[in-house]
């Protein structure tokens, strides 16, 4: 394969965080060589659609540099006022009663887990197509992650298979709004109520996502985000709780906090370390740089709803492209990625490593690997069966319970999902109208092109 047109998951996020050109256009001197066409795919030395870089992500102002050199002059570097500001802030945007600000998104949905007592012997459902930070934190709880499978329009975890996989050691639900595309809030809500489970949003993909009008990570017992840099609302590194129940929220703080007492969570004599735990709190220049963040957010959200409502319109008419859908109650996407399926056969059997190569040299950075590692569903991730082998899952787990989870950890349509995924980061919703018909002349191109790229295409790495 073309080094130049290999685009892994890494260099993609190295491209989407650094605003590099480098993936966004082709070689230099390489534009309008070749057979000198504009119609002649790039990859293959033709002209290509664009060799501007889209949007740089993430999004550097003068406000941020003014906002974080006091908080560094101060001298108060770890979790104080500007952490409580910016909690205040994100939870009167989100919707939410509380707020806890974390290190991350993955600590976050650690503390929940933690939070929620969930623990050894314990069965939380959720979905393969996810990262792997959604289920990292179900496994450090010496719990079992059960997969049910997506839908196939969506890409949520499909709830009308839920029911199917709860028993008796079921605890609770982690729905992932995943890719900025919101879950059957409803559904898994209701059936949640029927058995008695909690639920954990993960939201970290979907800031500002809507369901019915109401923020995700507001809709079950807590909601938890990811600040990192990629995502939409950024401060580095960071992450967040969201929930309306004051004590869970003192559990999670507790946990956050070594453990120390806060609120309903007493220790005798108020000192000491009542709760076992870890920290991971936020620290103020993050929190300083998030606040100066969310100026921007509600502007950003809406440019790339535009954009991806324009983007669906014209890329939804190319044969072999169909972009993911919403439930009709999503009164509002996220936009993570812009994602879409890439259907080879109507490419007439062009690869979708070739598909994406051919993207990149036209100009146009895409990923394959849409909030899956490496494009590898979370069922079949190896940490499952590391957990497995460790000491502590052999003593809490028959053989037999751990045969039986391998039997039906199967996730078809996920498989197929992960297969066809294609998209571009949310950063590129960010540009302009021209920019969007550039993204989708590039598919157009190759699409008329793909016979060409199949014969003299540079051969794939894989698919
Ligand atoms: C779906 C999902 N869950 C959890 C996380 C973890 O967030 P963080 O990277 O902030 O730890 C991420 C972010 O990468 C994510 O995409």
């Known amino acids: 394969m073309d080094k130049d047109n290999a685009v892994t998951r890494r260099q993609f ?20 060589t070749g057979p ?23 999004n550097f102002r ?31 945007l989100m919707g939410a009663r509380y707020c806890l600000a974390t290190s991350n998104g993955t600590n976050a949905i650690i503390t929940a887990v933690r939070a929620l007592d969930i623990g050894a012997g314990d069965e939380v459902i959720t979905t393969p197509y996810t990262f792997v930070a959604s289920v990292h934190p179900i496994l450090l709880a010496n719990a079992l992650p059960v997969f049910v499978d997506v839908d196939a329009a969506t890409w949520q975890i499909d709830p009308a298979k839920i029911e199917a996989r709860i028993n008796r050691n079921t605890v609770a639900i982690l729905p992932v709004h995943i890719v900025g595309g919101i879950c059957d809030m409803d559904r898994i809500n209701a059936i949640a109520k029927k058995h008695g489970l909690k639920v954990i949003e993960d939201a970290c993909e979907a800031h500002n996502g809507e369901w019915k009008n109401r923020k995700v ?18 401060c580095g590194e960071g992450g967040a709780i969201l929930g309306d129940d004051g004590k869970l929220m003192d559990r999670c703080y507790s946990f956050h906090n070594l453990g120390r007492p806060h609120g309903s969570v007493a220790a005798p004599g108020g000192e000491g370390h009542p709760l076992l735990a870890t920290k991971c709190r936020m620290a103020e220049y993050q929190a300083s740089i998030l606040m100066t963040q969310m100026e921007a957010f509600e502007d950003e959200c809406r440019r790339r709803s535009e954009n991806a409502a324009y983007l669906t319109e014209r890329i939804s008419q190319i044969p072999g492209i169909i972009p993911r859908k919403d439930y009709p109650e999503v009164t509002r996407t996220a936009f993570y990625y812009y994602g879409f399926r890439y259907k080879k056969d109507r490419f007439d059997g062009l690869s979708r490593a070739k598909f994406i190569a051919a993207l990149a040299a036209e100009g146009i950075p895409a990923s394959s690997g849409l909030g899956v590692i490496e494009g590898k569903p979370m069922n079949k991730e190896g940490c499952i069966e590391d957990a497995f082998r460790s000491k502590t899952y052999q003593r809490i787990y028959s053989r037999e319970k751990l045969a039986a989870y391998r039997e039906e950890n199967e996730c078809p349509e996920c498989d197929r999902l992960v297969e066809e995924t294609v998209g571009f980061h949310q950063r590129m919703l960010l540009g302009t109208r021209r920019d969007m018909d550039d993204i989708c002349d590039a598919i157009a191109k190759i699409h008329e092109n793909r016979h060409k790229l199949i014969s003299e295409g540079p051969a794939p790495a894989r698919n």
């Open 62 to 92: 003068d406000k941020d540099e003014q906002a974080v050199m006091p908080v560094l002059r101060s001298g108060v570097w770890s979790r104080a006022k500007t952490v409580e500001e910016a909690e205040r802030r994100f939870a009167r």
């Open 13 to 32: 996020f190295a491209a989407a965080s650094a605003g590099a050109a480098a993936l966004a256009a082709p070689p230099r001197g390489r534009a309008g």
């Open 36 to 58: 000198g066409s504009a119609s002649v795919p790039a990859i293959l030395g033709g002209r290509p659609v664009r060799t501007a870089p889209f949007p740089r992500w993430p």
């Open 217 to 234: 990570g507001t809709l079950g017992d807590l909601g938890c985000f990811s600040f990192q840099t990629g995502k939409s609302l950024t």
